[in-house]
């Protein structure tokens, strides 16, 4: 299952999500979704688990709680079809 995780501290790394996680099962992937052009976190990441029981668990376990002395928002991300679509780029 693939978890969104939003709300992160700009320090925060892959590392520290990674441990969050695994203490809730397999961490398959954890995917920290950095600014291009300065490289810098932009505050939110994606956690893939293999076992969506174990994926609950985290999603019940780490929603609204601190890491980094934030407050995670964790819930299950939607598919890239479902989310709405942004204006024209020009």
Request: aromatic share 8%.
């Amino acid at each position: 299952m693939n978890i969104y995780v939003g709300n992160l501290s700009y320090n925060s790394s892959e590392d520290d999500l990674r441990q969050a996680f695994a203490e809730f099962g397999a961490v398959s992937e954890v995917n920290l979704i950095k600014d291009k052009f300065t490289g810098e976190s932009k505050g939110f990441a994606f956690v893939e688990m293999a076992s969506n029981s174990e994926a609950e668990a985290a999603i019940q376990g780490l929603n609204d709680k601190q890491l980094g002395g934030r407050n995670l928002k964790v819930n299950q991300a939607k598919p890239r079809s479902d989310r709405p679509q942004r204006g024209p780029r020009y």
